[in-house]
């Protein structure tokens, strides 16, 4: 198989690459290696696949048609696609509200046109996301929920994205699968993120900002078995029988409500040292609570998690140690 993956600098592209690439599979990588967050973490993800066999990568937006085209010319071997470049994070969506509608919708079309020009596509699967549930209580987060009232830009543009690709599946039978990540963690994680920002203030002294004065769950899923997902996704296009439309789309959660106090506690254990709180309201767009419905991808391609938080939190952070020398 040959793989165009999108996003491969960033946090679960990188890791999804290794994963193809211990497989022997062809990857061909793509990241405009933005400076969302600190680029040298991307490069230094980056390093490490460029010295994978079956890899190589192309610095491009997305978004740039023209760019995008030459890639896809220049690798015609491309059977399949793994849209993850996307502008990811609920709070910047109310400050940058156009890096969303480029990248996730603008960016999001540009691939599946890549897909649709493309007479071997086998496959074409991208990152959706829990927040397309918006302020829905009904826990867990079933696929059959309705999702029409997003709280956040970036909620918006994750669910347009699953419309465009449904479009796509049904006019020119492009078999696509969106997966609707639930706040993923893990080695090589984002900066911008619960783990990484708890870990750095709590090393650092500084006190961690905590919303809703603590009373939050979030259904943590390690990186791990976000990838065993989306590989085991990826080797199962909908073929379109017995469906109207060869379009899916998955939850690929842990299927645990964790306290985002324990997940504190359990980071403050890994490092030896108690934290300081600074608690402040519910920010705006963000949801109390996600729990994630999987029985649809375990039914359809075995999915099951297997890293709870006292066993993903420890590694998170000696990754982190390492990572920043302490
Ligand atoms: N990490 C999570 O908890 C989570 C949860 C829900 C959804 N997602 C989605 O999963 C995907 C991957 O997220 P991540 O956590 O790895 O984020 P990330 O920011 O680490 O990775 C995204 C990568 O895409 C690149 N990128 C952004 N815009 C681009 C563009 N226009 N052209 C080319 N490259 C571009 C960035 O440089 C980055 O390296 C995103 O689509 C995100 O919205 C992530």
């Not at 066999?53 to 793994?82: E, K, L, W």
């Not at 403050?268 to 402040?280: D, I, N």
């Amino acid at each position: 198989m040959s793989i165009l993956v999108t996003g491969a600098a960033g946090f679960i592209g990188y890791h999804t690459c290794l994963r193809l690439l211990a497989r022997g599979e062809q990857v061909v990588g793509v990241d405009n290696l933005n400076a969302y967050y600190d680029p040298a973490l991307k490069h230094a993800r980056l390093a490490q696949l460029q010295e994978k066999p079956g890899f190589s990568f192309f610095q491009a937006d997305i978004g740039d048609r023209a760019a995008m085209a030459d890639i896809a010319a220049n690798n015609p071997h491309v059977t399949d696609y793994i849209n993850l470049a996307a502008q990811a994070g609920v709070r910047h969506s109310l400050k940058q509200p156009h890096d969303y509608t480029h990248s996730n919708i603008e960016g999001h079309l540009v691939m599946l046109e890549l897909a649709r020009a493309n007479d071997k596509c086998r496959h074409f699967v991208y990152a959706s996301s829990s927040s397309v549930y918006g302020a829905n209580t009904k826990l867990p987060f079933s696929v059959e929920d309705r999702v029409d009232h997003p709280i956040s830009l970036y909620a918006a543009t994750k669910r347009a994205g699953e419309l465009m690709s449904h479009c796509y599946s049904h006019l020119y039978r492009i078999p696509t699968t969106g997966l609707r990540f639930f706040t993923v963690y893990g080695p090589w994680g984002r900066p911008d993120m619960a783990a990484y920002l708890f870990a750095k203030a709590i090393l650092a002294g500084e006190p961690i900002t905590i919303f809703n004065n603590g009373d939050m769950r979030r259904d943590f899923t390690f990186v791990e078995d976000i990838v065993s997902g989306i590989v085991g996704v990826l080797d199962n296009p909908p073929s379109g029988e017995g469906e109207a439309v060869p379009a899916r789309v998955y939850n690929i959660g842990n299927h645990r409500s964790e306290h985002l106090m324990d997940f504190v506690g359990l980071v403050e254990q890994c490092l030896g040292r108690k934290a300081e709180y600074r608690f402040l309201p519910m920010q705006p767009g963000d949801v109390k609570e996600t729990y994630a419905d999987i029985t649809a991808i375990q039914r359809d391609v075995g999915f099951a998690p297997t890293t709870p938080i006292s066993v993903g939190v420890p590694k998170f952070i000696d990754w982190f140690k390492t990572y920043h020398g302490v």
